[in-house]
Structures are given as structure tokens and as C-alpha cells.
């Protein structure tokens, strides 16, 4: 898997389908989603790029929708030092 595949706007699905929320833009090791999306409830989430199964006109994930909305994170990535 690319992550130069992974494009703002796009869809970000669960293994199982369901819409997870929609790509603003890859910081490092994981995915800005809009805050925009219904889903987001007007803020900002984080996903890390290992949970990303595959990449074609959608971003994949490798647990389901459900997992990956429990345990995405609401801040992100911190400065590299």
C-alpha cells in the first residue's frame, strides 16, 4: 500500500463496508478525516496508516467501521522531533 494513493476526499470504508469518514489529508504516519462528515460530529479524527487494508477509488480499512470508530484518536500527531 501507497499512501501517495490515498487522496483528499476521498471515501474511508470499514472492512465490513460501512462509510468510516472522508480523507482531508495524510500527516505522517496516519489520516486527517474532515470534520465535515456526518460521521465526524464536526470534528477532526485520526487513523493510522497500518489500519489501511488497501487503496483504490476508496481507503479500505482492515477492522471494521464500528472498531475503527471506537479507537480512532481526536488529536494528532504530535511535532517529530
Known amino acids: 500500500m501507497n499512501a501517495t494513493n490515498i487522496r483528499e476526499h476521498m471515501e474511508v470504508v470499514g472492512s465490513d463496508g460501512p462509510h468510516v469518514g472522508t480523507v482531508d489529508h495524510v500527516e505522517g504516519n496516519t ?9 465526524a460530529h464536526g470534528s477532526h479524527h485520526w487513523i493510522p496508516m497500518d489500519w489501511v487494508q488497501s487503496v483504490d477509488s476508496v481507503v479500505r ?10 479507537n480512532w484518536q481526536t488529536a494528532g500527531p ?3 522531533m
Not at 31 to 39: E, F, S, W
Open 61 to 70: 480499512l482492515n477492522r471494521s467501521c464500528d472498531d475503527a470508530v471506537r
Open 31 to 39: 489520516i486527517r478525516l474532515t470534520r465535515n462528515d456526518p460521521k
Open 78 to 80: 504530535g511535532p517529530k
